[in-house]
């Protein structure tokens, strides 16, 4: 959606701090011990208690309130039975609507001990969609994105999934500008609008360069397989540069 009032902004920005708290609250859970589905009814209890609703589930019809990927699985993972262990790399993704507005934010974290170089890896994903988020201002290109995330992937010696893009959000979970690549893209030639809202989510891996379904038809596994992660904020593209809204409060 394009931004074209106080109202919208204010709408946003609740919505917004309401998945960025349900995210945080659910890191603080993660432990080892704990399943996928207690920490998916956890999130749900603060997505409940802010008076949202769960996006995937929304518009999906997808069995859980959030995404939480383990290990192997890189995006869309079903909370179940699946305990946490120490070593686990979980990737939590949180989307929510409250009042007719969406949005939706990520993250992965280490359950420790893990190999440093794993810890680096999550260090560079939150870098990595960083170098897209300052690239966000009214009138610039949207290549622009992609190609900062890119640039920082090869310095590193990192590969990007190119088959899981950002997206525009706000008045539903997924909307125009669809696809927007987190990979150079040379044949991206739109523009960011002022006021316009989508995310920014690089998946960011040692090896991996597609997503590929699982028999679930929902879990998507890296491809190669590789460790992947991925972070993701919503933001709003204004003439002073990105405003993002999905912060912790």
């Known amino acids: 959606m394009t931004i074209t009032n106080e109202d919208e902004l204010t709408a946003l920005k609740e919505i917004g701090q309401i998945v960025a708290n349900a995210l945080e609250t659910m890191r603080h859970a993660l432990e080892p011990g704990i399943t996928t589905e207690e920490l998916d009814r956890i999130g749900a209890r ?37 305990r ?98 987190t990979w150079p893209n040379k044949s991206e030639r739109r523009v960011m609008n002022e006021g316009l809202v989508f995310t920014i989510e690089p998946f960011l891996s040692r090896g991996a360069e597609w997503a590929d379904e699982g028999e679930d038809g929902w879990t998507l596994y890296s491809l190669p397989k590789a460790p992947t992660v991925q972070f993701e904020h919503t933001v709003i593209a204004t003439r002073n540069g990105p405003q993002v809204i999905t912060l912790p409060g």
């Open 46 to 82: 603060v997505l409940a208690e802010a008076g949202a609703v769960s996006a995937p589930e929304k518009c999906y019809d997808f069995p859980g309130a959030t995404c939480i990927s383990v290990n192997e699985e890189i995006a869309h993972g079903i909370p179940g039975r699946r």
């Open 84 to 181: 946490i262990e120490r070593g686990d790399l979980v990737n939590i993704d949180v989307s929510a609507e409250k009042d007719s507005f969406f949005a939706d934010t990520g993250a992965s974290f280490t359950v420790p001990p893990v190999a440093p170089h794993i810890e680096r890896l999550c260090r560079d994903g939150r870098r990595a969609m960083w170098a897209g988020i300052r690239q966000v201002k009214a009138g610039a290109p949207l290549a622009s994105i992609g190609a900062a995330v890119g640039k920082f992937a090869k310095k590193n010696k990192y590969t990007l999934v190119k088959n899981l893009a950002s997206h525009g959000v706000g008045r539903s979970l997924h909307e125009f500008p669809t696809e927007i690549a």
